[in-house]
């Protein structure tokens, strides 16, 4: 045997298993930071050990290893920009020849893979496990509720696979594409999976729109907003009086049955009263440069980011109809490290990574604000394992999808890798323009109505208009108490 071909068997032996070690210390990363996250909203389980607790405890370990694949998908492409730029910034630097495009296609095709595996093996037997009990007349245990679970599956294996079936012979209805349909590994799943991605697409286009307006509410509520035309002592002041009021009449000594009807009420409006207050001295005791800095800065950004985003988004459109490469593509081959992504370099690079990470929150931030996805959203311990494997899905979903629409945006033109290039609509002229236009219109509409209704607030409460609809419930509030205890009573 020649010894170079020897030699070029153990650079390729040396090779893989670097790659392996490689993608095995990154997954490892993501499922301990995925574990954190989750134990940290799970409801907290009984002490002692039951068949239960064992359940509860495999779909825990099923949904962390979901999450850890969702925050691999969106890793992907921030961290196949970032290789190419090193690349292309040290081409002959030794410490640096492990990134290279083997292990960066290999990345690619481990998420599209596992991202197939949690979505329609894992989560589906997650949530039958956790549900069932056995059959009945059976023996009950761990093994007969594994039974169910494979059962179930293999049902809603069959139900998806035709429907699937008898939608794509709808669309498709050729002798070729009938042909096609049984073949499960390389049509069907494939397909099946471009189905799911597009769900996945037009639910980002629903709730980062959302989540973008969204984000400026989100951050004025964890930051200090500067005081202008506003008296903090007085506010301070005044509901300190409405506190102590509210307390006399919670703790007053005549409690009727009336009274007693409407404490929850009561307390509720205690609670309110006692956060507005809390918030106001906290404002209070910021610093001049937390107030009058910190905010319109994060502000700026956030509005530095959303425009950006969308100007891209319409030079994409403009690109689209002028140029055929500006459609969105799968790649076979990957020339790592050639040419910068970016016409403004290592910067325009960082600017992509950066409208990415920020698309995909905004997406997650506005998924959490429609209200037909606000009550998936998780509370610190005091999440069911039901709910947790919901909001697994849903995240899984969302990344898996943030590549082919950040891609399909033109927030970047870094050329997909492995299946997620691979999916049907794609190389549809129409569905990709029409993606475009949706977001930059429903985006800027979003932003319009944010900004005008936020001036609008701003300036009512400037001028002290708001506390009208406060003093209002107040009156409404001092009535009823004043009828419960037998004071005054209106017919």
């Not at 509410?217 to 300190?240: A, F, N, R, S, W």
């Not at 995240?395 to 999808?401: F, M």
Request: glycine share 6%; with cysteine.
């Amino acid at each position: 045997m020649d010894p170079d071909d020897v030699t070029i068997r153990e650079q390729n032996f040396h090779s893989q298993v670097r790659e392996y070690i490689i993608c095995f210390l990154l997954f490892t990363i993501l499922y301990t930071i995925s574990y954190f996250i989750i134990t940290k909203y799970k409801r907290k389980p009984d002490d002692h050990e039951d068949e239960d607790a064992i359940v509860n405890r495999i779909s825990l370990f099923l949904c962390t290893f979901t999450l850890a694949i969702s925050a691999g998908a969106v890793l992907l492409l921030p961290f196949s920009i970032i290789s190419n730029e090193i690349l292309l910034s040290f081409p002959q630097t030794y410490y640096i020849q492990w990134l290279n495009g083997s292990l960066i296609r290999g990345l690619w095709n481990l998420v599209s893979l596992f991202s197939n595996l949690s979505l329609f093996v894992l989560m589906p037997f997650a949530y039958f496990f956790l549900e069932s009990e056995g059959f009945a007349g059976s023996k009950k245990g761990i093994k007969a509720r594994i039974l169910e679970t494979l059962v179930m599956l293999i049902l809603l294996g069959l139900l998806i696979l035709g429907i699937v079936w008898v939608a794509s012979a709808l669309i498709d209805n050729d002798a070729a594409s009938m042909e096609s349909l049984y073949d499960l590994w390389e049509f069907y799943l494939p397909y099946l999976y471009s189905c799911i991605s597009l769900m996945g697409g037009l639910l980002l286009l629903l709730c980062t729109p959302v989540g973008l307006s969204r984000m400026f509410t989100v951050m004025g509520q964890l930051l200090v907003k500067p005081t202008i035309l506003e008296d903090l002592d007085e506010q301070i002041y005044c509901v300190g009086l409405q506190e102590e009021a509210l307390k006399r009449r919670f703790n007053g000594a005549y409690m009727t049955s009336y009274l007693k009807y409407n404490s929850e009420d009561l307390e509720q409006e205690l609670d309110r009263v006692r956060s507005k207050k809390s918030k106001l001295e906290r404002r209070k005791k910021a610093s001049a440069w937390e107030r009058n800095l910190v905010y319109p800065v994060v502000m700026l950004i956030l509005l530095a980011g959303t425009a950006i985003s969308v100007l891209l988004v319409a030079f994409n459109i403009l690109a689209l109809l002028v140029d055929e490469t500006a459609m969105p593509k799968g790649s076979q081959e990957l020339g790592l490290g050639k040419a910068s992504l970016s016409a403004f370099g290592f910067v325009g690079a960082a600017i992509e990574i950066i409208l990415i990470f920020y698309l995909m929150v905004s997406s997650v931030v506005g998924f959490y604000s429609l209200r037909f996805f606000a009550d998936l959203a998780p509370t610190k311990d005091d999440t069911t394992m039901t709910k947790i494997i919901g909001n697994c899905v849903s995240i899984l979903v969302l990344s898996s999808a943030l590549p082919v629409m950040s891609r399909t945006l033109g927030i970047t033109r870094f050329d997909l890798l492995g299946d997620f290039g691979r999916f049907n609509w794609l190389g549809n002229f129409y569905i990709v323009v029409s993606y475009n236009l949706l977001f930059a219109v429903v985006t800027t509409l979003c932003l319009i109505r944010k900004f005008t209704s936020a001036v609008r607030e701003e300036l009512l409460q400037a001028f002290g208009l708001n506390n009208l609809h406060l003093s209002n419930r107040t009156q409404d509030t001092e009535k009823v108490l004043h009828s419960a205890n037998g004071h005054q009573k209106s017919f």
